[in-house]
C-alpha cells in the first residue's frame, strides 16, 4: 500500500509525521523523500551510511556535419530545447529537454543522436528497520519527473510512505501517481486552509482518498472539521515543549509513546475501511 504524506505548503510538519508513522510500523516498511529539490529525510533520520544510484535521461547531441538545417526538430520539439542560429548550426539546450524521443526520431538526415546526462541520484539507507530511499536533484538541474519515476520503481515492502514535496505543482502529479491514500497535513490558521485547498483541488482531480492529520492545533477545531469536508484521523496539538524535545530525537513516537498506538490505528483506519475517491 501506497500513502502519501501531503500539504499545501512547506513547513507543516510532513516529515516529521511520515516518521513517526513509519517508525510505529517497524518493519516491512519503505520511506519515499520525493522532495527532489530539498530533501530533508536523511537529515531527521539522521542516516549515516548511504548507497547510491545516479539518474540519467537522454538528451540529443547533433552532427552539425550531417544537419541539413531543416528545422524538423526545432518543429517537433515543444519544449523549445533545440534552435537554430546563424551559419545553419542546431544548438541544444540541454536543461529545457524532457527527454521525450522525438526529435532523434524523426531527423530526415539522421544527424541526431543521444547521449546520457546525470541530473541526480537516489540515496539509499536503512535506520531502526525502515529501508529510505531519497532522491536528490542535482544543483542547476530542473527535471525533477526522472528522479520521481526512479524512486518509486523497485519497491520491494508491503508499506510503502511517501514524503511528498509541498504545494500543488508538476512534481505533486508525479508523486501521488498511483498512490493507494493520501494524509493531508493542515495547519488550524487561515493561511492554512487557504493552503489545504490547494493540493485538495489535486487530489480531487486525481481520485484518491484522503484524510486529514490536523497539526499544531489550538482550542477547538469542530468549525474546522465541517469546514474541510473530509475525515479526521489525528489531532496533534500544539505544545511549545515537544518542539524542543523533536530536535534532538527527531519524531513525536520518540518523545511520547502514547503516539505509537495513535498512529498505528491511524493506519489500521486507513486499511480497514473502503474509503471513497474525494
Request: positive net charge; aromatic residues 8%.
Amino acid at each position: 500500500m501506497q500513502i502519501a504524506i501531503v500539504s499545501g505548503k512547506g513547513g507543516a510538519g510532513k516529515t516529521i509525521i511520515c516518521l513517526s508513522l513509519a517508525y510505529s510500523l517497524k518493519s516491512d516498511v519503505t520511506v519515499l523523500d520525493a522532495d527532489v529539490e530539498e530533501p530533508d529525510i536523511s537529515l531527521l533520520a539522521q542516516g549515516t551510511s548511504y548507497e547510491e544510484t545516479k539518474v540519467e535521461v537522454k538528451v540529443p547531441v547533433v552532427d552539425q556535419q550531417k544537419c541539413t538545417s531543416c528545422r524538423s526538430c526545432i518543429t517537433v520539439c515543444k519544449w523549445n530545447a533545440l534552435a537554430l542560429v546563424p551559419n545553419n548550426k542546431v544548438l541544444v539546450f540541454e536543461d529545457l529537454c524532457r527527454s521525450c524521443t522525438t526529435c532523434w526520431k524523426l531527423c530526415p538526415s539522421g544527424a541526431i543522436t543521444v547521449k546520457e546526462k546525470v541530473i541526480g541520484v537516489i540515496r539509499h539507507f536503512t535506520r531502526r528497520n525502515v529501508h529510505f530511499k531519497t532522491g536528490i536533484l542535482k544543483v542547476g538541474e530542473q527535471f525533477t519527473a526522472p528522479i520521481i519515476w526512479q524512486l518509486k520503481t523497485g519497491l520491494v515492502d508491503s508499506i510503502v510512505i511517501i514524503d511528498c514535496p509541498p504545494g500543488a505543482g508538476q512534481n505533486i502529479y508525479e508523486t501521488l501517481h498511483k498512490v493507494d491514500f493520501c494524509i493531508i497535513i493542515v495547519e488550524p490558521t487561515r493561511f492554512g486552509i487557504f493552503d489545504f485547498y490547494r493540493i485538495y483541488e489535486v487530489i480531487k482531480q486525481m481520485g484518491i482518498p484522503a484524510g486529514i492529520i490536523v497539526n499544531k492545533k489550538r482550542g477547538s477545531i469542530e468549525n474546522l472539521k465541517q469546514e474541510l469536508g473530509l475525515p479526521v484521523l489525528l489531532e496533534i496539538p500544539f505544545q511549545k515543549d515537544y518542539y524542543s524535545k523533536l530536535s534532538p530525537v527527531r519524531t513525536l513516537v520518540d518523545i511520547d509513546e502514547t503516539y505509537y498506538k495513535k498512529f498505528r490505528e491511524l493506519y489500521m483506519s486507513i486499511t480497514a475501511k473502503n474509503w471513497k475517491n474525494i
